[in-house]
């Protein structure tokens, strides 16, 4: 079965810090998504990889296949990046529509 | 505005009783799923929806059922065989289920306590 471990759990930042968000995975993968969860409980799709890089805004999300990790950074945090992030694989030959996600990494970004 | 739609934002259901979950999405997504979020747990997947009037077994289907007549709805409901039916559900939606088109809009949830 594939594990999707996600780290740190917790991450306090002071505002302009650069952040890393990691994600580990078991399995060979199709693709990954990131997503964040506000407060409130929504949900926003940030990103899906299945090789390199991808850029938006101040928010950058790579993948190494090979060694099975992604990473998400957030660049001059600010405090409205405090949110939950979420780590989610489909497994390659995986069933079709089943995502399998990490228990995510909260983000607090003071002021 | 396009989006995706649950109703309502808090449920109470009492002992032994069925209660329904709306999701409604107008993106003209082919792809629906229920997940549910308990704490400190990542989100897990009830049922999915490929297209009208089919759906398939997620993860932890037990206790729980859906229908898609309407390619705009995919309401569940939580059956009294659902033993621990407290948590956070969330409603999505994508163009597809796998390629560019897995991108999933989530719905605001819906939470729901027993009494």
């Known amino acids: 079965k594939n594990e999707v471990e996600q780290s740190p759990q917790n991450l306090t930042a002071q505002e302009g810090e650069f952040i890393t968000i990691n994600c580990s995975y078991s399995?060979?993968?199709?693709?990954l998504h990131w997503l964040q969860q506000h407060p409130g409980g929504g949900i926003v799709s940030l990103f899906m990889l299945s090789s390199g890089k991808k850029k938006h805004g101040r928010l950058i999300a790579t993948i190494n296949i090979q060694e099975k990790h992604s990473s998400l950074h957030i660049t001059a945090s600010h405090p409205r990046d405090s949110a939950v992030y979420i780590c989610?694989?489909?497994?390659?030959?995986?069933?079709?529509?089943?995502?399998?996600f990490g228990k995510g990494t909260k983000l607090s970004v003071k002021p | 505005d396009g989006g995706i739609t649950q109703s309502p934002k808090y449920l109470f259901r009492k002992e032994g009783q069925n209660v329904t979950l709306s999701c409604e999405q107008n993106?003209?997504?082919?792809?629906m799923y229920w997940y549910r979020q308990d704490p400190g747990q990542g989100l897990r997947l009830i049922y999915y929806?490929?297209?009208?009037?089919?759906?398939q077994k997620g993860d932890i289907a037990e206790g729980y059922s859906v229908s898609r007549e309407k390619k705009e709805s995919f309401p569940l409901t939580v059956t009294s065989a659902q033993k621990n039916p407290t948590a956070f559900y969330l409603c999505?939606?994508?163009?597809?289920?796998?390629?560019?088109?897995?991108?999933?809009?989530f719905g605001p949830g819906t939470r729901l306590l027993v009494l």
């Open positions: 993106l003209n997504h082919d792809a």
């Open positions: 929806s490929q297209i009208v009037n089919d759906f």
């Open positions: 399995v060979g993968i199709s693709a």
């Open positions: 999505a939606s994508s163009m597809g289920v796998a390629g560019g088109r897995e991108t999933q809009y």
């Open positions: 989610a694989v489909r497994e390659r030959g995986g069933s079709q529509g089943n995502l399998i």
